[in-house]
């Protein structure tokens, strides 16, 4: 693994084998609120001011069309090709919703706390929407129960 230098003191991990062809560039850290990734441009055609903005995580999977790339550990910054996979928008999104609310470090899985005792939630995004599927005792059960939904439902396997 090494890091290239980005703007902004930011720094992004990539395979050593990547590391020749992207540090050819020059790469910038792109702050903007929906972003944080790593980015430069290419000029679209003899006029300079057509320009195309790239990144790096992109770049490094050669993304299919009807495509996108996603960041397994959520990290922008890791774009270490373990760390990267190619899915679909749907997929990508069901993904990015269960980082939000993630308390126990398994995808699908968060802690409900009680009074009483605490409880593990599953739940699993499919079509944008949030599916509960139930609280269990310990996260390994709701982990179980999220993995078998969620293969039935994208007909792939979860990231961890």
């Known amino acids: 693994m090494k890091e ?7 720094n992004t991990m990539v395979d050593d084998e990547d590391y020749s062809r992207l540090s050819k560039f020059s ?4 702050d903007h609120p929906s972003n944080g990734y790593a980015v430069r441009e290419i000029q679209l055609s003899s006029n300079p001011r057509r320009r195309k903005k790239i990144r790096m995580h992109q770049d490094i999977l050669n993304i299919p069309s009807g495509m996108v790339a996603d960041h397994i550990d959520f990290n922008k ?3 270490q090709k373990s760390n990267l996979r190619a899915v679909s928008k749907q997929i990508n999104n069901a993904h990015r919703q269960l980082r939000k609310d993630n308390t126990t470090g398994l995808e699908g899985v968060t802690l409900r ?4 005792n605490n409880r593990f939630r599953a739940q699993v995004g499919f079509n944008g929407k949030r599916i509960y599927l139930g609280e269990y005792a310990t996260p390994e ?3 179980e129960v999220y993995k078998k939904a969620f293969k039935n439902l994208h007909k792939l396997e979860p990231t961890q």
């Open 77 to 79: 910054l890791n774009n």
């Open 27 to 30: 790469w910038w850290y792109d």
């Open 141 to 143: 059960k709701a982990y």
């Open 4 to 10: 290239i230098k980005l703007t902004k003191n930011k």
């Open 113 to 116: 706390k009680y009074k009483t």
